[in-house]
């Protein structure tokens, strides 16, 4: 089955610091993997996904992922962040039928 | 931007009442989803449709049902509503034809709370 797990519930950093939000898969079929973001009170919007060929997979808002089949990660990075990058980011593998969702990375961005 | 709207926003009810939470979408999508979001948890798909009167359960049981008459509307009911149905509920929509990429495109939520 598969499944994501997000270590970090909660990462504070401080603006046009850059970031790291970590996200580890499992899956025993191809992996299909994504990013979502949720601002508050919002709903989750796609910031980018990885189907297959280059690793370094971009997104918007200056977003970007690196698949790492070796040690089952795909983690978020951005150079520097805003202020208005304060949200909740979620990994999700596809699963049969359905996207499996992480329990989520609190970005904080003070500054 | 996606066009998936949700209704009510927000919603403060008493145990025992019957309530209905609408997800309409404007982009044609076959596939519709709800999801039951609680702070510090994962989503957890409750239902979703392939298409006009297909509906199946998630991996959450959930007290709740949907049903789906029209492609574009989604909307989900629960007959008797009590404090544990207390949650954020997202309804989210994707093409049946993007198996692979599976973009799903969410509205903004209903914040359900039950006292």
């Known amino acids: 089955a598969q499944s994501v797990t997000q270590l970090d519930s909660q990462v504070p950093v401080f603006e046009e610091a850059p970031v790291e939000l970590r996200c580890n898969y499992s899956?025993?079929?191809?992996?299909?993997l994504f990013w979502y973001v949720q601002y508050p009170n919002q709903g989750l919007q796609l910031l980018l996904k990885?189907?297959?060929?280059?690793?370094l997979v971009k997104g918007i808002n200056g977003f970007e992922a690196e698949f790492n089949k070796s040690q089952t990660s795909f983690h978020l990075r951005k150079p520097s962040v805003h202020i208005s990058d304060t949200a909740e980011y979620f990994c999700a593998v596809r699963g049969f039928q359905k996207l499996v969702f992480g329990t989520g990375t609190r970005l904080l961005v003070s500054p | 931007e996606a066009d998936i709207y949700q209704t009510p926003r927000y919603l403060v009810i008493g145990t025992g009442k019957k309530i209905t939470l609408e997800c309409s979408q404007t982009?044609?999508?076959?596939?519709m989803y709800w999801y039951q979001q609680d702070p510090g948890m994962e989503l957890h798909l409750i239902h979703y449709?392939?298409?006009?009167?297909?509906?199946e359960k998630g991996d959450l049981s959930s007290e709740s049902t949907v049903s789906r008459i029209r492609t574009e509307h989604f909307p989900l009911t629960l007959e008797s509503a009590r404090p544990s149905h207390t949650s954020q509920y997202l309804c989210?929509?994707?093409?049946?034809?993007?198996?692979?990429?599976?973009?799903?495109?969410f509205g903004p939520g209903t914040r359900l709370l039950v006292l």
């Open positions: 449709s392939y298409g006009v009167n297909s509906t």
């Open positions: 899956s025993s079929v191809s992996v299909y």
């Open positions: 982009m044609g999508h076959d596939k």
């Open positions: 989210a929509s994707s093409e049946l034809r993007d198996r692979i990429q599976e973009t799903q495109y």
């Open positions: 990885y189907l297959s060929g280059s690793t």
